[in-house]
């Protein structure tokens, strides 16, 4: 059988397209679990979690990264079937930096341009670039997983795409205990973590999801 005709098959199979849902679904659920359960283990949320919830800056990082998990998710989850469409996932993730560049820009108008330096590298930049990793190891390999049972067409863009997921998972876990709330340091230092969990779901799908 020849390459274009099973790509074919796969897209049009609709017994495929169930099930392949359903082992997405449940690593979307493992993803959260795992991620969650290391994250309380060995963690925990910040000592003033509740009054920093009267923050729209503190809410406004789990907008962020939930917002890249779900559309980063979605992308992910349509890669892994031949045939079906990602320009409009793809541009929905696209629109996540978008967003937190309007509130970087926002943050840079209410802030006096003395402190801006000062918001941008914060006091967790070291946390931050080494938590959101080690959060993002259980959701990514969950990610991987699932994306072998299916049939991406480009295995180390959809790996990639499974660790923008995985690292929006675990910043929005890491956001409860980080006390940096700046948009600045957010757009740096998160950024800068999601993407070495990007750059390694990229790797690891060159490598575990060619088919």
Aim: with cysteine.
């Amino acid at each position: 059988m020849k390459t274009d005709e099973l790509i074919n098959m796969l897209s049009q199979d609709s017994d495929v397209r169930f099930r392949f849902g359903t082992i997405m679904v449940s690593a979307l659920v493992a993803a959260v679990l795992l991620a969650g359960l290391l994250f309380f283990a060995a963690m925990g949320a910040r000592p003033d979690f509740y009054e920093a919830l009267e923050s729209v800056r503190f809410l406004f990082k789990f907008v962020i990264t939930l917002a890249l998990f779900l559309a980063a998710a979605n992308l992910m989850a349509r890669m892994a079937r031949p045939g079906v469409p990602i320009l409009f996932s793809r541009a929905v993730v696209l629109a996540v930096p978008m967003l937190l560049a309007f509130a970087v820009l926002a943050e840079l108008a209410a802030v006096r341009p003395a402190d801006w330096a000062l918001n941008m590298i914060g006091h967790n930049a070291y946390e931050c670039l080494t938590l959101i990793p080690l959060l993002s190891i259980g959701p990514l390999a969950a990610f991987l997983l699932a994306l072998r049972q299916g049939a991406p067409a480009d295995p180390g863009k959809a790996g990639a795409v499974a660790g923008l997921a995985a690292g929006g998972i675990a910043a929005a876990f890491y956001a409860a205990n980080c006390t940096d709330d700046s948009p600045l340091f957010v757009a740096l230092w998160y950024t800068l973590a999601i993407g070495i969990v990007t750059r390694a779901g990229y790797l690891a799908g060159r490598r575990w999801l060619v088919w």
